[in-house]
């Protein structure tokens, strides 16, 4: 079983619709969890950590279910600017560990 | 915020050649930087841990002999890859933390193919 999965997509929205990621974790010591966006061909850049309480930023929310060991996000309104790969990310100890990422595409 | 320079953003070179890696923490100092490898359409694979001062830790199944570390200063490391040849075309990032658990920031990625 990988560390952390995601569903690859692509998930293929019109603009405006909602949409929601999910993401699993295997280890239960993981620490620290955060999702990253990444355009073609270019370095991921932080989209938001994710808390056990929630949290939002904008059109993007992020949500931590430890007893489950499964991360979500739901973006809003989606934009054509929202495509990309969503990556799910994992601190556990030193270590960092990236899902393989969900391919959004938004269109028009 | 915090930035990570990474160069060359593109190489190509002929197999069996040696291709340097450099990532800088540009306003950080930077004990850790981890490296990255990632082919196309997958996911990013970590694939050493670059420690100042000491040697890096590489996970399973990337040869060290290969893909050569050096983390000689706070804000510098390299990754060497030694005699490349095409399977070693690939991107590959580096990334460092200002503290243990916030934000990871990346260099912008090195794209190396070998012909």
């Known amino acids: 079983r990988k560390e952390v999965e995601q569903d690859p997509g692509p998930f293929n929205v019109p603009e405006g619709a909602t949409v929601a990621f999910n993401c699993t974790y295997s280890n239960s010591a993981s620490q620290s969890f955060f999702w990253y966006r990444q355009d073609c061909r270019k370095e991921p850049k932080l989209l938001m950590s994710?808390?056990?309480s929630g949290n939002e930023d904008g059109r993007f929310t992020a949500q931590l279910n430890r007893a489950s060991q499964y991360i979500s996000l739901l973006i809003r309104d989606s934009k054509l600017s929202d495509s990309a790969t969503y990556l799910c990310?994992?601190?556990?100890?030193?270590?960092?560990?990236f899902g393989a990422g969900t391919i959004l595409r938004v269109k028009s | 915020g915090a930035v990570v320079s990474q160069h060359p953003s593109r190489v190509i070179c002929k197999s069996g050649t040696s291709v340097k890696i450099e990532c800088r923490s540009l306003d950080f100092q930077a004990t850790t930087m981890f490296w990255y490898r990632q082919f196309p359409k997958q996911s990013l694979m970590l694939m050493a841990t670059?420690?100042?001062?000491?040697?890096?830790?590489?996970e399973q199944g990337v040869e060290k002999d290969k893909f050569l570390i050096n983390h000689a200063s706070l804000t510098l490391s390299t990754l060497t890859v030694t005699s490349a040849h095409p399977e070693d075309s690939s991107f590959y990032i580096c990334?460092?933390?200002?503290?243990?658990?916030?934000?990871?920031?990346f260099g912008e990625g090195s794209r190396l193919t070998v012909l």
């Open positions: 990334s460092a933390r200002p503290t243990n658990t916030g934000e990871l920031f």
């Open positions: 990310v994992v601190i556990l100890g030193n270590k960092l560990v």
């Open positions: 670059s420690n100042e001062g000491s040697k890096a830790t590489y």
């Open positions: 994710v808390y056990s």
